[in-house]
């Protein structure tokens, strides 16, 4: 199923939204595996570059959006609707956030070891370095869909 085939049956069941704008993405990294852990339940965080949003001149996510997580073959797996947006400096990011994400051992210095190499690996493409006072925007989310 399609990004729009999913939101329709959503709206279906929750027709209240259907006026709501929604974006479809798929993770930067193990594209797959946290689709499948959002399904699941397990991720309900998710974390990114601040510095790229500005370089690509895309806006920061923002309490209420929907957004349907696609998997690697541009499938629909789930919406989920985002709770809270907080902006820290990767070395202040908290470990309840690591923890929501759901990955690994789900702990902090999992967190720091895999999204420091995640985000070095943006910032060379732009020629830029990464840094521990770096921003980080952290999304909690809800699924919405499928319940």
């Known amino acids: 199923m399609n990004a729009k085939e999913m939101w329709s049956k959503f709206i279906v069941q929750s027709p209240q939204h259907e006026k709501e704008v929604y974006t479809a993405w798929q993770y930067g990294a193990a594209v797959d595996k946290?689709?499948?852990?959002?399904?699941?339940?397990?991720?309900?965080?998710?974390?990114?570059?601040?510095?790229l949003y500005e370089i690509e001149n895309e806006p920061l996510p923002y309490v209420g959006e929907?957004?349907?997580?696609?998997?690697?073959?541009?499938?629909?797996?789930?919406?989920?609707?985002?709770?809270?947006?907080?902006?820290?400096?990767?070395?202040?990011?908290?470990e309840e956030?690591?923890?929501?994400?759901?990955?690994?051992?789900?702990?902090?210095?999992?967190?720091?070891?895999?999204?420091?190499?995640?985000?070095?690996?943006?910032?060379?493409?732009?020629?830029?370095?990464?840094?521990?006072?770096?921003l980080v925007v952290c999304e909690e989310f809800e699924k919405v869909y499928p319940i």
């Not at 499948?36 to 510095?51: D, F, I, P, Y």
């Not at 759901?102 to 370095?129: C, M, Q």
């Open 34 to 51: 946290l689709a499948q852990l959002t399904l699941e339940g397990v991720k309900t965080a998710t974390s990114s570059n601040h510095r």
């Open 66 to 94: 929907f957004s349907i997580i696609l998997n690697s073959k541009d499938e629909a797996v789930c919406i989920i609707q985002t709770k809270t947006v907080a902006i820290y400096s990767f070395q202040d990011v908290p």
């Open 97 to 134: 956030i690591a923890y929501k994400e759901g990955e690994g051992n789900r702990t902090l210095a999992y967190w720091r070891e895999v999204h420091e190499e995640f985000f070095s690996n943006e910032f060379t493409v732009y020629g830029l370095s990464f840094s521990e006072k770096m």
